[in-house]
């Protein structure tokens, strides 16, 4: 059996949080509400989206917000997106060295497979794996299909939040968490990831 490697997407592979904030706080102004700051927004990133709104809006305002999200961000995810440095060559490296690849992501499924294609990243990548419709990250419930999918045997969980730590914990694997993403160093620290580094180079010594 294969050895799989499962990576988030958002704050991980893709420096995506610049599109993803600037959609967020967009829909509150859509409504006539107003936004909450930056710093916030970001803190809560790799929630589901409606999670996420309810952090700051009323119960009744959730799903228009949500609604707005999704008509915008379409049209948008990949104003500023980028790959972090350093990701193509070495999912390339990981494909070369025969692990699976898979992404475990809260974002739905078909949003997912477009950010990953617009960043180059498809075909370094054996599967996308969105949350459509089940238990989102801490919940393993996302690493699991993607590993199922894949018909692998999962070795390592990486990741860029305390969500991704736990998730991966949750389904039997290492975790591997950076610092570069959502969440920061004091902070992952806490959720006792095997690995925490700056950035994702570290992950080939520990293989």
């Known amino acids: 059996m294969k050895r799989a490697i499962v990576f988030d997407l958002d704050g991980t592979l893709v420096d ?42 009323p119960e009744g305002a959730v799903a228009a917000l949500a609604a707005a999200y999704r008509r915008h961000y379409p049209r948008h995810f990949a104003d500023r997106s980028r790959p972090f440095p350093g990701v193509p060559e070495l999912l390339g490296e990981l494909r070369s060295r025969g692990y699976a690849l898979a992404v475990a992501t809260t974002k739905r499924s078909d949003m997912a497979d477009r950010l990953v294609a617009a960043m180059g990243l498809r075909d370094a990548l054996d599967h996308v794996q969105g949350t459509d419709g089940f238990a989102h990250k801490p919940a393993p419930d996302v690493v699991l299909r993607a590993l199922a999918a894949l018909g692998a045997e999962g070795e ?7 969500h991704d730590v736990v998730a991966g914990r949750a ?34 010594s520990v293989l």
Not at 17 to 29: M, P, Q
Not at 31 to 50: F, I, K, M
Not at 180 to 204: S, Y
Request: charged letters at 20%.
């Open 16 to 57: 995506s949080l610049g599109d993803i904030v600037a959609s967020f706080r967009w829909a509150f102004g859509a409504l006539g509400l107003e936004a909450p700051s930056e710093a916030t927004v970001v803190a809560e990133v790799g929630l589901p989206l409606e999670a996420m709104y309810a952090r700051f809006a």
């Open 156 to 162: 390592w969980m990486v990741g860029d939040t305390v």
């Open 171 to 204: 389904a039997g694997l290492r975790t591997y968490a950076v610092t570069w993403g959502t969440h920061d160093e004091q902070t992952l620290r806490r959720a006792r990831p095997d690995v925490l580094a700056d950035d994702l180079q570290g992950l080939m």
